[in-house]
């Protein structure tokens, strides 16, 4: 009976921290960087979609603070020193917490889908003009031809996966938050 | 008269979730400023089991083969280097270390690999990597187990470089994507699809004669300047094993 209670409560407490494995598990896959899900070279952009299910359950302070910690984390895992990733990240924080759940499950799918791309497509050109701004002077036009191709790559590869993923990760984290 | 004293249980600090918060962010902060050295140490661990193996031999023989035809004819000037770059997984002596790719980024934003040597094996910043084919990038940061190199593809990158053929120095810039860019600074440069690009001897950043590519299209807008796209003899998105040259120029 004793072991019994003992293992439901340690099964509660690894529920109750799903949460924060999967928050874990970003800068891992951003390492990771498998090519096999990738388009010319271009992976989906992973922060996001944990981003946007964890702010619509959280709300929109709490977005922006985990929008803080992924940049935070993402940018020491990256060697460009002059570019950063958090103020799209602490943007899209903000804007997903805004976001009300939606009934319809069919049209919610979607929604992650058209969401994330957006999204993916701010932080995107926000890094861009970081890089613009920085290779002003030295008239340095040859780099605006691949950051188009990331952008589009990055928001065409996001928006396919956010529906998959967004959806599951959203009702994992209702799903941890039962047994808080 | 008394003054009316505010007692009060309700302030920040009384609070454990604000605690909480503020200890997550010096964590965070403390993984920004050391440059996730942590993170990187942490994922070496769990992709151990994952590294490369032996089966890229093929790709690895056909770029060695393409590495020495190239070499041959830097050979009678220079055939130190050939002797160093014999049997790419195997050795690991003083001079080179071999070390295997555990983390790529080649086609996006950022344009680096992790390798699977770190501090402890000797790695330095600065240090010179090279795959089979020629120069892959440079050493910019090392933790104790890893160290991420940024390649010459990066926008970061910037380098010196030897045309052979017309005996002119350029730089070499990254534009983030797979051609990086080989500025002359001469207009009467006399530069052609297929001249061979090695590193140059003035170089302060990397040792002469280390193969980098070949001249695949020369843009002719710029007058004040040439500029080339280069291809590169090393592939960075299918290397698995690569070396770290301990050279001091």
């Known amino acids: 009976m004793g072991a019994n209670f003992e293992s439901k409560n340690l099964m509660n407490k690894f529920f109750s921290k799903l949460s924060i494995i999967s928050f874990i598990l970003i800068p891992i896959i951003f390492l990771w960087h498998p090519n096999w899900l990738g388009f010319l070279g271009v992976q989906p952009y992973w922060p996001l979609f944990w981003l946007l299910p964890w702010s619509m359950i959280n709300g929109s302070i709490n977005g922006l603070i985990f929008g803080l910690f992924l940049g935070l984390i993402l940018d020491s895992l990256t060697l460009d020193d002059s570019f950063t990733q958090i103020p799209g990240l602490i943007f899209c924080g903000f804007l997903f917490g805004r976001i009300k759940l939606h009934s319809d499950i069919l049209l919610g799918h979607f929604r992650y889908g058209l969401i994330c791309s957006f999204a993916s497509f701010l932080c995107g050109i926000l890094y861009f003009l970081q890089i613009l701004f920085r290779n002003f002077s030295d008239g340095n036009i040859l780099i605006m031809i691949p950051s188009v191709k990331n952008i589009l790559a990055e928001v065409f590869l996001t928006g396919l996966f956010a529906p998959f993923i967004c959806s599951q990760l959203l009702r994992i984290f209702k799903f941890s938050r039962r047994y808080l | 008269m008394l003054g009316i004293r505010r007692i009060s ?147 970061e990158s910037k380098l010196g470089v030897w045309v052979d053929r ?37 170089s302060t950043l990397l040792p002469p004669n280390i193969p980098i590519g070949i001249v695949q299209s020369i843009d002719e807008k710029l007058k004040s300047k040439k500029t080339a796209k280069i291809l590169l003899l090393a592939k960075p998105h299918v290397i698995d094993w690569v070396q770290i040259l301990k050279v001091k120029i």
């Open chain 2, 9 to 155: 249980t309700n302030r920040w600090w009384h609070k454990k979730k604000n605690w909480i918060f503020l200890a997550t962010f010096l964590f965070l902060a403390f993984v920004r400023i050391s440059k996730g050295s942590f993170f990187k140490d942490f994922y070496y661990f769990i992709s151990k089991p994952f590294w490369p193996g032996q089966f890229q031999k093929e790709i690895v023989l056909k770029s060695i083969d393409q590495e020495y035809l190239i070499k041959l004819n830097l050979l009678k000037k220079d055939n130190l280097r050939l002797r160093r770059i014999l049997s790419l997984q195997e050795s690991s002596n003083k001079e080179n270390i071999s070390a295997a790719v555990i983390s790529r980024k080649t086609g996006s934003w950022w344009r680096q690999i992790i390798l699977n040597k770190g501090s402890k094996d000797g790695v330095e910043i600065g240090n010179i990597v090279i795959g089979p084919g020629g120069l892959l990038g440079r050493v910019k940061e090392t933790s104790l187990f890893t160290s991420s190199v940024i390649l010459v593809t990066s926008p």
């Open chain 2, 166 to 202: 017309i005996q002119i120095n350029g730089l070499l810039v990254g534009s983030g994507d797979d051609y990086p860019s080989l500025i002359l600074y001469s207009k009467n440069a006399d530069i052609k699809v297929g001249d061979f690009v090695s590193s140059s001897p003035a």
